[in-house]
Structure formats: C-alpha cells, structure tokens
C-alpha cells in the first residue's frame, strides 16, 4: 500500500476551476493504476476519473468528460485532477485512490482500490 495525502479543494462559484492533488508515499506509487471519487452528501461514492500506471489509459465518468482531466507525475509521486467549468452538481468529497492489482486497466469501482487518500471537499456555489 501507499499512503496518500491530498490538497486542493475549497469554494469555487460555478464556471470556475480548481486542481487537486494527491501526493503519494512509496516507491510503488508509480506501479498502480490511481483513480479519484466522489461522494455528494445523500448520495453514494462514485467514480470520477482514472488513469493507468504511465498515464497513458485514461478513464471519465460521463458527467465529467470534457470538463476533468488527471494526471500523474511518477517522478514526483503526485496525482492530479483538473476540474474545469465547474457546476453545483460537482459539489462533494473528492478522494484519491491507487490500486495495487492493476497497472493497465483502470477501474471503476471502488473495491479495486486499496490505499485512499483523506479526501477534500469541493463546493461549487455562487
């Protein structure tokens, strides 16, 4: 396992943008496939974005696309989402996670995930 300690977040009026990060411990950090979620309060944690352990297979959930992008920077144990045109339905805590069994393929659920990040709250409101 890694362990993983995020920053970003905050209030932000919709149309607005911010990036998180996740920071992660280990020199296995590079070898997982990572992902980030969320979870609106009343709702459950759903699937955001992913990406495999070279960044080069990337995965969004619907309501995301074309407004998220993630990232990684393996050199620096840092995983990133930029969060573009933000609306209120973005609003929730976003959590970083890494997968230990898969590199390649990168999942969307959460129980493929074995390290998580704290989480951050995003609120999108005017």
């Known amino acids: 396992q890694v362990s993983l300690v995020q920053s970003g977040g905050g209030l932000v009026q919709p149309g607005g943008a911010l990036r998180l990060s996740c920071a992660g411990t280990g020199r296995t950090f590079g070898e997982k496939a990572m992902g980030w979620f969320r979870q609106a309060p009343g709702k459950e944690r759903e699937f955001v974005a992913g990406?495999?352990?070279?960044?080069?297979?990337?995965a969004y959930a619907d309501s995301v696309k074309d407004r998220f992008m993630i990232s990684r920077d393996n050199a620096k144990n840092i995983l990133y989402l930029r969060m573009d045109d933000l609306k209120p339905e973005d609003t929730a805590v976003y959590s970083c996670?890494?997968?230990?069994?898969?590199?390649?393929?990168?999942?969307?659920?959460?129980?493929?995930?074995?390290?998580w990040g704290q989480g951050t709250q995003v609120t999108v409101s005017a």
């Open positions: 990406l495999s352990w070279s960044g080069a297979i990337t």
């Open positions: 996670a890494a997968s230990a069994r898969n590199r390649n393929y990168v999942p969307r659920v959460a129980e493929a995930y074995d390290s």
